[in-house]
């Protein structure tokens, strides 16, 4: 149980464009869902918290116009990085909870690159 | 504030070897405790979780942690190493409501199995 589905797994682009990431949870309703990101050979920074129905909670030093956080269901949230450039690739991973104090699944991360 | 130490950036051992993995964290109120496992490019997968219940708690895969209040730890073993445990392992803290359940990840230990 408590399985988090992220897509793309993998995403490759050209400097400029917008990217949209989906997270999932599939097997249970997740009333919160968080976006973190990981540098290589770096632990994970919680980049967004994200309730649903509401405005998502941005980490001090996160643009929220850069990366745009949507969470309109119980089971979905997407991250769309805008006019990504290199310095946005990196690993981005979402997890989800399903009520106050119940542990974070997480996905399986989406590996960025930008050209 | 809630933080947390991994002693160990890099941890080798041999297949069948007992694993020892450090942890101590700071936390200003009573906290819960997480070891998380991650694979190359993979999410990540909760191997156990302290809730202030028992002081010794074992998860999933054979691992255990045992949580000291007085020494401010939480250490990861695991009496016989697996080649599939080579992985990045993560200790995380949450100081539960006061931070708004967040998780601080510990800056992660790298296992290396040797066969």
């Known amino acids: 149980g408590a399985v988090v589905s992220q897509h793309p797994s993998r995403v490759i682009c050209k400097s400029g464009t917008s990217v949209k990431i989906e997270c999932r949870s599939l097997d249970f309703q997740a009333t919160t869902m968080f976006w973190y990101r990981q540098f290589p050979k770096k632990s994970l920074m919680l980049m967004a918290t994200?309730?649903?129905?509401?405005?998502?909670?941005?980490e001090q030093g996160v643009e929220k116009d850069k990366f745009l956080i949507n969470h309109a269901s119980l089971t979905l949230s997407t991250l769309t990085v805008t006019s990504a450039h290199p310095e946005d690739s990196s690993f981005y991973i979402c997890?989800?909870?399903?009520?106050?104090?119940?542990?974070?699944?997480f996905g399986d991360g989406t590996r960025l690159s930008i050209l | 504030a809630q933080s947390v130490t991994q002693l160990d950036s890099h941890v080798s051992v041999s297949e069948g070897t007992p694993v020892l993995l450090r942890c101590n964290y700071s936390?200003?109120?009573?906290?819960?405790l997480f070891w998380y496992v991650q694979h190359p490019n993979k999410g990540l997968q909760l191997l156990l979780k302290y809730t202030s219940a028992a002081t010794l708690v074992k998860g999933i895969n054979g691992f255990e942690a045992e949580f000291k209040k007085s020494e401010t730890s939480f250490h990861l073993t695991k009496p016989s190493a697996h080649m599939s445990d080579a992985a990045e392992y993560f200790c995380?803290?949450?100081?539960?409501?006061?931070?708004?359940?967040?998780?601080?990840f510990g800056g992660g230990t790298r296992v290396l199995v040797k066969p």
């Open positions: 997890s989800a909870r399903s009520s106050f104090g119940q542990p974070q699944h």
């Open positions: 936390s200003s109120y009573s906290p819960s």
């Open positions: 994200s309730n649903e129905g509401s405005k998502a909670t941005y």
């Open positions: 995380v803290v949450s100081d539960g409501e006061a931070a708004g359940n967040k998780l601080t």
